[in-house]
């Protein structure tokens, strides 16, 4: 369908070589080679995530997705600051750490899980060895999340061949990462799923930042003369595309639509949540540490309620560690993050992702013919 006709956005095609303007997000958990090849295929450009992964699975993965398609695909990563080089545990004040783990103590014994007071073991910083790898394989699309590429980082990509997006959450970011030499900026509004995307920590009301329109509208003036814009959060069908394209947009990015496809990796349990007409998502840091969109559930309400600092960078990740992954393994929904955008409440079944690509497609066309008539 998306190569029938001529492209939607022949900016976003001229810039990424996609026939359907439709991002998928790098997904951590969700985005392997599948799903990436999946929507590549299908004429969007599928984004594989290699955040927290090892160099060696990080070249394994690009060349498992250059074995499934020969269409462009990107690769994500996260350039938050403690996130490209983490937090000394050892450095965060004792009361800070007792805190927090007082309030998932609280939380424990749900799964027979001992009382702990301990600092959380570091993090591995792994994010530069990544970046290593991915221009030593000369991938088609950088993309850059929670934190803006530098301009030698963006040459670097630049000479390996590399076409560079970078998502941003505010207008500023979006004017510096053109500055900094990237091809396509993707405005993040709030209604977006999982992490916000800002380069360092900021207080809640603060990272909550602006709706996906009041920013779309904004960056376009501020960036869309310099490069392709496409609108991030709560976009979950054709009718959102048409809607940013109409108002001269270059295309949308999708993160939540995509978790819930066959292909994705995410558990089963998590993407029956996703399709069961749930509207009800919240900003928790309780999870990582850093801001992120999530369904609500009774672990956002115990963290609210605690009214305790997380710790920095992902050591919150690190200190909860064994809650949340015996939460995974018992398939326990409220103890667990189910990250989800705001649009969620229209989501409908789990179909392959080459049939989301192809159903958005057409309903965009439908919507645009119809305005124009
Ligand atoms: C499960 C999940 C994981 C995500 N992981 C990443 C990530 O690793 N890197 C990144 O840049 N953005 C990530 N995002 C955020 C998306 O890039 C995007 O901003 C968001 O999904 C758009 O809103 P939507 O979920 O309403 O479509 C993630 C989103 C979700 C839902």
């Known amino acids: ?48 995530a290699a955040l927290h992964a090892e160099p060696d699975l990080v070249r394994a993965s690009i060349r498992q997705v250059r074995e499934l398609t020969d269409k462009p695909f990107g690769v994500n990563i996260w350039l938050h600051e ?15 750490v007792r805190a927090a783990q007082s309030a998932l103590n609280e939380l424990r014994p749900r799964f027979e899980l001992e009382p702990t007071l301990q600092r959380p073991e570091a993090v591995p910083d792994l994010v530069d060895a990544a970046l290593e790898v991915m221009i030593e394989e000369r991938i088609p699309v950088f993309s850059a999340g929670v934190g803006l590429p530098e301009e030698a980082l963006v040459s670097r990509f630049h000479s390996a ?12 970011d979006g004017e510096e990462a053109v500055g900094n030499g990237v091809d396509v900026v993707v405005a993040q509004g709030t ?3 999982g992490h916000r995307s800002y380069g360092s920590k900021l207080t809640k009301s603060e990272a909550l930042g602006s709706s ?19 609108a991030a959060g709560g976009i979950i069908d054709g ?3 048409a809607a940013m394209l109409a108002l001269g947009g270059d295309g949308v990015l999708l993160g939540t639509r995509f978790v819930a496809t066959k292909e994705s990796t995410a558990a089963q349990m998590w993407k029956k949540r996703l399709t069961s007409g749930e509207r009800q998502t919240t900003l928790t840091d309780g999870f990582t540490g850093q801001w992120a969109r999530v369904l609500r559930s009774e672990f956002t309400s115990h963290w609210d309620a605690a009214k305790v600092e997380a710790l920095p960078g992902l050591l919150q ?17 409220q103890m667990q993050p189910l990250y989800a955008g705001a649009g969620v409440g229209s989501l409908e079944g789990i179909p392959g992702a080459g049939q989301v690509i192809d159903q958005m497609v057409a309903e965009a ?8 008539q």
């Open 1 to 48: 369908m998306a190569n029938s006709l001529p492209a939607l956005s022949p900016r976003l095609f001229a810039a990424l070589g996609t026939e359907a303007p439709v991002v998928q997000s790098g997904m951590r958990g969700v985005a392997g080679p599948e799903l990436v090849a999946a929507v590549s295929n299908a004429g969007g450009l599928g984004v594989l």
């Open 82 to 96: 403690d996130v490209r080089s983490s937090p000394n545990p050892e450095a965060i004040p004792d009361d800070v």
């Open 161 to 172: 061949g590399s076409k560079v997006v970078a998502m941003v959450a505010t207008v500023a």
């Open 191 to 193: 209604e977006s799923g």
């Open 212 to 230: 996906t329109l009041t920013l779309m509208t904004e960056m376009i003036d501020a960036v869309g003369a310099a490069v392709p814009v496409l």
């Open 239 to 241: 009718r959102g595309l």
């Open 317 to 333: 990740a690190a200190a909860g560690r064994d809650l949340f992954t015996a939460a995974k393994q018992l398939d326990d929904d």
């Open 365 to 372: 066309r439908a919507c645009l013919a119809r305005l124009s």
